[in-house]
């Protein structure tokens, strides 16, 4: 069973979700855990369906002055089970450090929430040989001071920052290789196996290829799951 994840980001409005929600409600795939994460004034009108309704973000604090935020007890209220946080959106635009990350993980697990943790490395940062630095840099901050047992309810994306919205995706090789050393790094902290997503470019395309990595839990889509039409085409391809 794969966990397929998809991210809005800031797109869509009423008009066009009201009729993408009522036509994924009539698609159904067994082998598929859903989630779709709406921006969030809009995750009123996902609940109640046959998938399960995620975050786009989560305040850093329980509760307060956070103007703008929205606290993990506000999310379950709403019904979410699963909010992504660390996107590398947030971490480049937005400042996002991995302290932040590491609070907003606590207030999920409080509330029993799964966070999906998103990590990756920039081209530069492949190139040059960092991709282990970055990731255990990125894994260690943002599970600071967690428990193994917190540590497992999390979900992992691996998002090449290079592969998003880029059309270009690493080879399955290297997909399969990079959850290799994330593995290799959590294991010195941790000796769970934690479910790995892929995130960058997934498309219709190339679907096929990717459901050949091993290892892999699932997939974190951005802008093929976008126009319900071909975003259930896609999904119709996973788990096959
Ligand atoms: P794209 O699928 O548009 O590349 O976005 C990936 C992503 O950032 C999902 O969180």
Not at 33 to 62: H, I, K, R, T, W
Not at 166 to 171: D, L
Not at 192 to 204: A, E, M, W
Request: net charge negative.
């Amino acid at each position: 069973m794969k966990l397929v994840v998809a991210n809005h980001k800031m797109n869509l409005t009423k008009e066009t979700l009201v009729n993408y929600k009522e036509t994924l409600l009539t698609f159904t795939n067994p082998e598929i855990n859903l989630v779709v994460c709406p921006s969030l004034p809009y995750l009123d009108l996902f609940q109640n369906a046959n998938f399960a309704l995620g975050s786009q973000n989560v305040g850093m604090l329980e509760k307060g002055s956070l103007t703008g935020e929205v606290s993990a007890t506000q999310l379950k209220d709403l019904g979410v089970s699963y909010c992504i946080v660390g996107h590398s959106e947030r971490r480049t635009k937005l400042n996002e450090t991995d302290a932040m990350i590491n609070q907003k993980i606590k207030e999920l697990l409080k509330q029993d929430i799964t966070p999906i943790l998103c990590i990756g490395e920039t081209q530069d940062e492949r190139s040059s040989g960092e991709i282990t630095t970055v990731l255990e840099k990125e894994l260690l901050g943002a599970f600071k001071d967690l428990t193994s047992d917190e540590i497992s309810r999390v979900v992992l994306a691996y998002e090449p920052i290079w592969a998003i919205g880029t059309g270009i995706t690493p080879t399955n090789q290297e997909i399969e290789e990079t959850i290799s050393q994330i593995r290799n790094i959590l294991n010195k902290q941790v000796s769970l196996s934690l479910r790995i997503l892929y995130g960058g470019s997934v498309n219709l395309q190339n679907i096929t290829t990717l459901e050949q990595i091993k290892d892999l839990a699932g997939y974190l889509v951005g802008g093929s799951s976008l126009e319900i039409n071909s975003w259930i085409q896609l999904l119709e391809q996973i788990g096959r």
